[in-house]
């Protein structure tokens, strides 16, 4: 079998270490050819590829980003994008795929499988926010990446009776927030599932001054305060006359400067999050769905997505991971609250 | 309700998180009283307590070690020892326990609870060993340190040409060192499990040098080759007078310099995999441990122990989570071997 | 002799070896008692003390932050700010004074000292520009972290080929700028010292690109561009009400993108450089200049400042150090301009 | 002007970041080509030579290990090893080398040197021992590995209180133990430099423990005890056949146990010391050798060795370098008795 290969979306710590126990596994046990698609759907449209054999994947395991690029790019967008994708696995001789990605990735994915495109998902999201399975590579080394982040801002935040906030990734889920925040001993947790109320927030940092601790509090950076606490969100010119948002992590360090009295300063985590080495827990989860693709691949369970169940590596349909967006349950950020401002 | 807590049995990196969140957990929300028994079992036997109280565990979190110290006392050999223990909690006015430990400490509680002992446990175990439950906390920790020190090995082995075995913990089951073995990148994993033939293990060698690569093979302290393959297992005296056990790696090592010719060296990581600051993982499974102990409390579900099952927290009856230990499967070791020698 | 410890500026890595290493050497070697002065300055004046004995500073060697707080506050700013001070020392039989402080600190410890308060000053800055010394302490931890972070976004800045622009602190030195940018690789440094041409850094980002490789620019936060280059500095107030300014290296991206065409993206690193743990030669660094303050005090060498020189520890008038402000000299920066941009 | 490039000796971080910056100057600034001498002299001595240009050094400069290899061989050992490098270098159009090795592979080189053999020499020493330089590459982090060592095992010291000896490398010379053990807030540090009186470290042993503290001694491998403690010292067989000589670690604790009857037990780093990532600090000393280096060669300053001063980079001859092993001071290591056993 001649199989291709492909990384969409973001970059997320653990990608080569899937790509490289998906071309190990494939060659050294079934003899199968790789070909690397580069630069995710945008190769596979434009017909842009690269070598992938074993050689190529030697010690990529720790490495971050992915040997094979990555883009955002769409063919459902363009109306021949299916077409130049057939064309491209024709030109290529490629029998299966084998597509490294996030939400939009693999559904993507399920489409072109759904019109005949043979292949297998691995999930790929910081987030860990792709549903189907309880994690997704990456996730723990962001976890790992922000925890220490707020290990070290807790010594700054208590030499100088200052407010910390720490801005985390997470646009439509608190995972990131939640693990973080509870592994780096958070005064307060914000999270998109859940519009929180500033005030509350200030009463966190007003009672861990007075218990003679400075708060650190994390927030993702899609979370949102109650109807009636945000002044309307418009574009605006910074100084230098380049357009800039601030942050969720801005606007509460300045409303908790303007309630509370106390300063209040934000560090937002963006890219640090996403990249360099996988924590080993990633490499192994990675390396164990790049294995469990091949295996997918091999029995022609095509249209599935690898997915961890436990300790388990099971296969689901891309259709149903992909229905719902995992959410911090309500119950599951409840069990926390008991250590905020406090 | 006033409760005493406990850590018995080795250090491991997370015992103070459950610690602190239990405590945090307990005063905050129930205003429950704690007491802190210490050093494990000895404490309980001897009435040696100390103060535990939300102060007490403030900034823990991070901190490797236990405030509550551990010892590997156990009151069941002394013809009295559950007596006295009955007479400590007694004396301190002491409703139920908080029992954190591995095997042998819950082995203790299980029969303690038995005997009308009001407790609950919390697994604990650097070597993920314990039954009913996923994961133990600590267990991430020593993973990613001993994949740390893989890493740091690889490049070493590469300059020189030289196989390195690195011996890590794990006597009766191989976790560490398939978990560390597969994340590192290690051309074998050896693990108590599975009797190795040091032939296969000398081929792995040779054929990762034969591909300009330089082995790192990861043994489990506990693994033993086949029948016929190890001398006698003797105690010796070293050259100073003392005496010393040469463990599985030295002996490896040896025996992969004289069949191959090849130079191999032995690193044995030892207690750099017990102690420290925890992974965030650990941090957030050890925070989850302990407030889940203290619904258990709450609950009044006596001789249970918290468990990791998926991203659920659960109990399982004392009973049932020690009656098997948790092996490394051989479908699951196998997932591996594409990697070795290779 | 009763010696008083204070702590002012900003929060750095190493202040609690410092106070650790002081306090050691002065109770066991010389058998002498020390206040602990709260919050820097504003403790002098205000007379806000806390013991500082051995058992106080167990365990502080690897701690961030200091045991006894920081401030900003300058007892010269107040018509009475000396005497009060002198009123403090005499409350407490206070002999002599360690002032851990930065720039600002240490030219109050001057004046004061020249007032007649026997005093001896270590020096503090992260951003190693303190005169008089080739260390300070704090900076090999800033530039660790710098070169860590660095390290992590060049993998995403060539998944997906965005130029990556790193702002790190160095308000009026480009010490970490030019450290971590070494260490960390990175295709262009901007320092204080040099205004910068942003069609060079362009320049430097394009060529990257073409190489196949991403760019990672590093910039100082106190960089400027070129004359003309730069759009005038007003205060914006951003899109949710509050006052903030883009700092330069949103600029940068907001330029490169501009003129390049290319994708960038902006991470300040703030506060992580700040906090946490120090560094393994941070602790020897901070250790020997806490035993050489001891020695000076000792010795009644009043008005000076613990410096590194070589390997060797000195000291050094105040007075000299802090003459002159330590910038990089422009040979230094020139040695590694072979790198940019290539 | 063609140039040879070998790295002698043992593994060493920051062995690819002189390479990476020697190839990059010399190319980029001078218009150079290089030749990579595999496997150190053994490559000059029997003609076994790889590319080195600027592609080949990409992205090497986080990496541990060496791409030229390295190895032991003395060329001075055979009659005719000279003759041979004359004429690999002749095969090549060698006009010039730059040797990186510690004190054997630039001992072979200044002799080489003075057969009218063009080179100029970068130290390299994990140990810090070679003269003439105030700090090596490599040094740092072998310091920051230890160092981060020591502060894992204190806490399972404490939780079980036993005295933990950690082993450290440093046959000559100290300095790793020196640094690390003062970073690692060590109870003792025990060098080669200084013959130790055993009953002193026990005596040290029982202070901590009576003060409620775990005691972590740090003892260089290359550390003895005085006259008339030790046992002579034979090789032994272990019970397994193989020969092993325990090393001082093992024999210290042994020596603790048995005369304060406390437990003691033993880590020795060994390799992970020398492998893996170099830290900032070494990244960019390695690289200014490198700069350096290129210097030296442009200006025909051959026999000579780059070497740090204070912050600059100078040459000196390697005659004068070579003379004088780098031991640890008496009164440097005076500075820190204040912290043994206390």
Same mark, same amino acid.
């Given at each position: ?40 759907? #945008? ?11 074993? *050689? ?15 883009? #955002? ?120 599932? #859940? ?121 689901? *349909? ?10 911090? *349950? ?13």
């Amino acid at each position: 079998m001649r199989v291709g290969v492909l990384t969409g979306g973001g970059d997320c710590p653990g990608l080569n270490a899937v790509i490289r126990s998906v071309v190990r596994k494939g060659v050294q046990d079934h003899d199968w050819q790789f070909v690397g698609i580069v630069d995710g759907w #945008r190769g596979a449209v434009e017909d842009v590829t690269t070598v992938l054999d074993v *050689p190529r994947v030697r010690g990529i395991l720790t490495h971050g980003g992915t040997i094979l690029g990555a883009s #955002r790019t769409n063919p459902l967008r363009a109306e021949d994008g299916v077409e130049r994708v057939r064309r491209t696995l024709g030109n290529h001789g490629i029998d299966a795929l084998v597509v490294i990605g996030g939400e939009d990735t693999l559904g993507v994915a399920q489409t072109l499988a759904e019109q005949g495109i043979d292949l297998v998902g691995v999930p790929k999201t910081i987030d860990n926010d792709v549903g189907g399975t309880d994690y997704t590579f990456g996730f723990d080394t962001a976890v790992s990446i922000a925890a220490e982040a707020i290990d070290r801002l807790h010594t700054t935040a208590e030499s100088h009776r200052r407010a910390l906030v720490v801005e985390v990734m997470g646009r439509h889920a608190g995972w990131i927030a939640l693990h973080a925040g509870v592994a780096g001993g958070a005064s307060g947790i914000l999270v998109p599932e #859940r519009a929180f109320d500033v005030e509350e927030v200030c009463a966190w940092v007003e009672r861990r001054f007075r218990l003679r601790y400075a708060p650190v509090v994390v927030v993702a950076e899609g979370a949102v305060p109650q109807a009636g606490q945000l002044v309307v969100r418009n574009e605006a010119r910074d100084e230098f006359g380049h357009v800039r948002l601030s942050g969720i992590g801005d606007w509460l360090a300045g409303e908790i400067e303007r309630r509370t009295g106390r300063q209040a300063r934000t560090t937002v985590l963006g890219y640090l999050q996403r990249g360099g080495t996988p924590t080993a827990y990633d490499r192994w989860l990675a390396t164990r769905f790049g294995l469990a693709a091949v295996a997918a691949l091999k029995d022609r369970d095509f249209g599935t997505m690898t997915a961890l169940r436990g300790t388990d590596i099971i296969r689901v *349909p891309l259709a149903d991971a992909l229905r719902t967006a995992k959410q911090v *349950p309500a119950e599951l950020y409840e069990e926390f609250t008991v250590f905020f401002g406090s």
